[in-house]
């Protein structure tokens, strides 16, 4: 079993950054593929990017394509959002999330983080 925690959320004026951070704890974080999705008030949760086990490869929803930057640290069980360039309708709760496979779908996701609160002020 794996248990998510995030950090690193707040309130940010346009154009700014952030970079949120998720740990993990279980001794299988490596194996699993890692995601950050996000939901803002009014709208179904967002894919927004996504990492290999290995860290080999990426996916990026395309409202943050080239904005935003996933990584891990296996050594560490951390995952990363580097977050540039931010813009209002970026505001949400980002939560991480664990699966056994790597994907989009937050329907293969096992486990779940409690989120962060991402406001981007205009």
């Known amino acids: 079993q794996v248990q998510l925690v995030e950090s690193g959320g707040g309130v940010v004026q346009a154009g700014g950054s952030l970079r949120l951070s998720c740990a993990a704890s279980?001794?299988?974080?490596?194996?699993?593929?890692m995601g950050w999705f996000r939901h803002a008030p009014g709208k179904d949760r967002q894919f927004v990017a996504a990492?290999?086990?290995?860290?080999?490869?990426?996916s990026y929803a395309d409202s943050v394509k080239g904005r935003f930057t996933i990584s891990r640290d296996n050594a560490k069980d951390m995952v990363y959002l580097q977050m540039d360039s931010l813009k209002p309708e970026d505001t949400a709760v980002y939560c991480c999330?664990?699966?056994?496979?790597?994907?989009?779908?937050?329907?293969?996701?096992?486990?779940w983080g409690q989120g962060t609160q991402v406001t981007v002020s205009s």
């Open positions: 990492i290999t086990w290995t860290g080999s490869s990426t």
């Open positions: 999330a664990a699966a056994r496979d790597y994907t989009v779908l937050p329907a293969y996701y096992h486990y």
């Open positions: 279980g001794r299988t974080f490596s194996s699993y593929a």
